[in-house]
């Protein structure tokens, strides 16, 4: 079984987030079969460390408890206490080296891409400012995408082996450069960037690639795991640490604080504005649930054979199945645990085709989601065998009920210290998610 991992950004709350994603992966018996995991920001920080933790031959509970650790002293007051603040005030040292140094000392000692293990492969994803496109660092080097002069659709550019000797920090903090407050990495043309690479297209005239924050772009990490001719995976756990949606309501304070950012980073915000009306979490949790949906259906309209088939039903599997993944027999199955849902919010978001398919009528399943009550929903997946125990008892007696998920939501999304009990709700928060949407979806 291979199973493709997506964390999200979102600072030090995603990385609590996803301890207890991990968790409950390994409790539900999801964890050995990740064998590729995508990440952005936060995510980027915290799937890096465990990828690392796990070359080092160190058990989860150890990295758990370390990153738990970390995540209470904080990541920004470090940073700016080291002694290499001092080296601000030179034009070739900035806030983004502050901070790659910072995680390098906590996390990576020094490492490089190359020194990466097979599995779990990483992938973490950065924005291209100067295109719009999402940036890749993997153990095997770089790789982007551009548009050729003579083609209008963006292409994968050729792939850069030489930055397989990246420090795995310095693409951390490419992934995690949010962009009011960090500057750009910059990869330069000559160094990083080798000369006439990118030859034929939009970029060969570009002296150096600017990397920001990959949640400009898509902050789940998830694309890469559905479109990557290289690295997209069928079966996807997916654990996003995304804020709330709401309207944007500024207090003065926050205008003030928003004027002092803007002061520090107007350079960059402005081609993060361009960008970021382009893609948003939103459309890429509808674009998963999607993928799911689409490959459900063709499951049932196109029963498992041998291969190969042809005609119309060749062209429906690749339609729903990326490539060059082999095509599995089953259909795609999707765990997506969010901190912005609670125990009923989930219920009644199950999907209207998988309640029928686990034995409700169709209007029955359609008046249940219509009148948003979770009683009906978690009654009758109880008659249907389905135990929702495990996932209960984590609801209510360690995450507190949905008390615990307003502390969840209430938790910033930078990288400054986390109290102990917002990193153990956002611990359990994930868990019980991972525990009840396996028994359902799995």
Known sequence: MSLGLALSGGGSRA?????????????????????????????????AAWVVAKKNNTGLDAFLAIMANELEKGFVARALASWNVFKLPSPWY????????????????????????????????????????????????????????????????????????????????????????LNPLNLRRGKE??????????????????????????????????????LARWDLVVSDAGTAESLW???????????????????TLAGVSVLMNNKNDRHMRFEIV?????????SSLLPPRPWPISGMEELLYDEFLPQPVPRPPHRRKLLLARVDQSWSDLLVSIARWRLIELGAGPDEAAQWLHDKNPAPVEAFLSNQGINLAPAKAIYDNDLKG??????????????????????????????????LLKEIYW
């Open 193 to 230: 960037l080798p000369q006439g690479w990118g030859a034929g297209t939009e970029v060969e005239g570009l002296d150096s690639l600017q990397l920001t924050d990959g949640g400009v772009l898509e902050n789940l990490g998830a694309e890469t795991l559905l479109t990557s001719s290289r």
């Open 15 to 47: 990385a609590a987030f996803h301890r207890g994603t991990l968790r409950g992966l390994q409790e539900v018996g999801l964890l050995d079969p990740v064998d590729i995991v995508s990440t952005v920001s936060g995510g980027s920080l915290f799937g």
């Open 290 to 298: 999607a993928a799911l949906e689409e490959s459900w259906m063709a």
């Open 94 to 181: 900035d806030r983004t080296d502050l901070f790659a140094d910072a995680f390098d000392k906590i996390f990576f000692n020094g490492m490089k891409l190359e020194a990466l293990p097979d599995k779990p492969a990483l992938c973490l994803n950065t924005t291209v400012l100067n295109t719009g496109q999402v940036g890749k660092f993997t153990k095997d080097g770089f790789q982007t995408s551009g548009r050729y002069k003579h083609y209008k659709k963006p292409l994968p550019l050729q792939h850069i082996p030489q930055l397989a000797s990246f420090p795995v920090a310095r693409a951390v903090v490419a992934s995690a450069a949010f962009p009011i407050g």
């Open 249 to 267: 309501r500024p207090s003065l304070s926050e205008r003030i604080r928003g004027g002092l950012m803007g002061a520090i980073s107007a350079d």
């Open 402 to 435: 949905r008390q615990g998920v307003d502390t969840c939501n209430a938790v910033s999304t930078n990288f400054t210290a986390l109290k102990q009990e917002e990193v153990d709700a956002l611990y359990h928060h994930a868990r019980w998610q991972v525990h």
